[in-house]
């Protein structure tokens, strides 16, 4: 679509753990200015994937590029990644929290916080205790919106929560990302009120990706929903 | 502008239709601004490079323009209106056409029945707004 460079690269990696082989050779190259749906239900990789792409895990084999450069401290500073644990202090505040978070960033914009804040419904003074999961969500979600990184990877930023928090971070991606410079990736294994986000999928099965496209190709050409898609393959 | 979307088929599709519809209908009227694709993107939740593909498609068709600086308008030219009015009604009544013909109806049945139809369905809707 609106290729340029290539963000990501992806050549055969590989992944295992003691008990199970989590990356079996996965081959990837995404352009700038997309935003990716890596579907795949649970312990299909998703998380190996992304956390091989951050840094967090290392691969047994075959390489990562982003940005043309392979994994170094450099390339971590470009990526806001977004982890599917509890990754806040209970303790803080969400001011603090958004305090802590921001001195670990040079890209962090402080000037988009307080919109982000008002969007996402979120009293800067309540503690994270205070907050239900979905709640949560949208916190974690503004700690990566107000960096400037120009790759942002979501680990199931849906799972589990309300409705209408899912809505909200449907349309706070949508408001906040900027196509002329950043590239996104959501892992989810819940496709259904979230596909309309995805300019392209990747379908990940037990350590191989069964199917990949653009998802306006795919609806065209199976005449389904990319969650009917997503029903059928992991049926 | 609200899209009751179906995810079954292409939405960059859907959008375009959405917009035949409302300058059909005149809802939008030559030459009022349409939202800016970041806005429509955000109203229907949708990612906006799809909204991109829909407006840079409608500009091929003829049926908006983007002023540099000012926004996306519907054109002025009413002969598009007129073309994308015969288009929507062809394509409809290509679809009820094959349809009776499935049916293996005949055409003067078919026609008679429309025209009775059409009497009747305006009169009720009338009946219903007062």
């Known amino acids: 679509m609106t290729t340029t460079n290539q963000v990501l690269v992806v050549r055969n990696l590989r992944k295992k753990y003691p008990k199970v082989e989590a990356l079996k050779g996965i081959d990837l190259t995404m352009p700038q200015g997309e935003i ?5 239900p649970n312990g299909s990789g998703k998380s190996t994937l992304l956390k091989c792409i951050v840094g967090l895990v290392n691969p047994d084999g075959g390489d990562i590029e982003i940005f043309g450069h392979s994994r170094s401290r450099h390339t971590k500073a470009q990526i806001a990644f977004v982890p599917e644990v509890e990754n806040l202090y209970r303790w803080m505040t969400i001011r603090q929290a958004i305090d802590f978070t921001s001195t670990f960033y040079d890209d962090w914009e402080e000037e988009r916080v ?9 009293d800067p003074s309540k503690k994270v205790s205070s907050l239900s999961k979905g709640m949560r969500a949208r916190l974690k979600l503004i700690l990566a919106l107000a960096r400037k990184a120009p790759l942002l990877l979501l680990d199931e930023p849906f799972s589990g929560i309300d409705p209408a928090s899912r809505d909200r971070i449907v349309e706070g991606i949508v408001r906040q990302f900027k196509s002329e410079e950043q590239t996104m990736i959501i892992s989810t294994h819940a496709v259904g009120d979230t596909e309309q986000l995805f300019d392209a999928v990747v379908f990940l099965d037990e ?21 009917d898609l997503f029903k059928e393959v992991f049926a | 502008m609200k899209i009751d979307f179906s995810t079954s088929t292409p939405i960059y599709l859907q959008i375009i239709e959405e917009f035949k519809r409302q300058i059909v209908t005149g809802q939008l009227q030559p030459g009022d601004k349409v939202p800016s694709q970041r ?5 229907v939740k949708v990612n906006a490079n799809t909204v991109q593909r829909a407006y840079r498609e409608m500009e091929i068709l003829g ?12 054109c002025q030219n009413q002969g598009v209106v007129e073309e994308t009015r015969k288009e929507m009604l062809t394509n409809l009544v290509d679809e009820f056409v094959r349809a009776v013909q499935a049916l293996g109806l005949s055409e003067e049945a078919t026609l008679d029945v429309v025209k009775t139809r059409f009497s009747e369905i305006d009169s009720k809707e009338e009946v219903n707004n007062k």
Do not use: C
């Open chain 2, 39 to 43: 806005d429509l993107a955000a109203q």
């Open chain 2, 63 to 74: 049926l908006v323009e983007t002023l540099r600086g000012q926004g996306t308008f519907v």
């Open chain 1, 207 to 227: 350590g191989t990706i069964n199917l990949q496209g653009y998802a306006e190709d795919l609806r065209h050409q199976y005449g389904k929903s990319i969650n």
């Open chain 1, 114 to 122: 307080p919109g982000l804040l008002a969007f996402m419904g979120l």
């Open chain 1, 36 to 40: 990716w749906g890596l579907l795949g």
